[in-house]
């Protein structure tokens, strides 16, 4: 039986969250999504705020480079910038590090669409051995945007949240998940009605609105086939979203 909380979750005092779920290559979402943030934050001044990527920013869609550019060029110091690790990001370090043989799998698995970005012919690479194929795309992708990727984080606590790719392993303390279960958990996540440490807002399985549940939200709505990117905000014990189409509601 679901047990939770009666208090509702919060976030920390006088702060705000914004969580964006898999941009997945779509810049031009992107954009627009934090044009409308920008608006909002001007809108509704708050003393700290923070920007959350819930991973899988790249892959999928048509400009890989172009988002991990956007990212890498937030400069401003009043919005804290927090990039998370998905799925994706975990096959580009491992195909391009060490584990080469992985890298076919991560072509078929939208990984082309992201060396495509980068000027390299996927076609052309997945025909080469693949220790050669890795060392092709490793030069064409700037050593910066490779560290940037490698260099983002597992989690984000705010408040009563947990944010995170895909979800965590129920039952398991905090300290103790599994970044593999961080990145690639589903159904046991998905389908559990347990009361969880902290209230979850993840990424990586699609729906076609903000799938709200009492111990969790997913907010990845397939912007790169739907074309609708959807960011949540979170201040003090108040949600709301934004996105950059009109969200599709229950009947």
């Known amino acids: 039986m679901l047990t939770t909380d009666p208090r509702p979750p919060s976030g ?5 969250a914004y969580a964006i779920g898999d941009v997945h290559g779509r810049l031009d979402l992107l954009d627009a999504l934090l044009e409308q943030i920008a608006a909002d934050r001007q809108a509704r001044p708050c ?18 480079q172009g988002v991990v550019a956007r990212l890498r060029g937030l400069d401003d110091p009043t919005l804290h910038a927090v990039v998370l690790m998905g799925n994706h990001e975990e096959m580009l370090v491992r195909a391009l590090g060490a584990q080469p043989q992985r890298l076919r799998d991560w072509l078929k698995f939208g990984g082309a669409e992201c060396v495509e970005s980068y000027g390299v012919d996927a076609g052309d690479v997945a025909e080469l051995d693949p220790a050669a194929a890795a060392a092709v795309i490793r030069a064409a992708i700037p050593r910066g945007d490779l560290a940037f990727i490698d260099g983002f984080a597992d989690s984000f606590r705010f408040g009563d ?76 014990t108040g949600r709301r979203y934004l996105a950059t189409a009109p969200l599709i509601r229950s009947v």
């Open 161 to 236: 949240y947990l944010f995170v790719h895909a979800g965590i392993r129920p039952g398991i303390a905090l300290e103790h998940q599994r970044t593999g279960d961080l990145r690639w958990i589903r159904e046991d996540f998905l389908d559990s009605e347990a009361a969880h440490p902290l209230f979850v807002v993840h990424g990586h399985t699609i729906s076609e609105r903000p799938d709200e549940r009492p111990n969790r939200i997913g907010i990845d709505t397939g912007a790169y086939a739907s074309g609708v990117l959807t960011a949540l905000c979170i201040e003090g």
């Open 47 to 64: 003393a700290r705020e923070f920007l959350v990527l819930l991973g899988d920013v790249i892959d999928r869609g048509p400009d890989s």
């Open 12 to 16: 920390p005092p006088e702060s705000r």
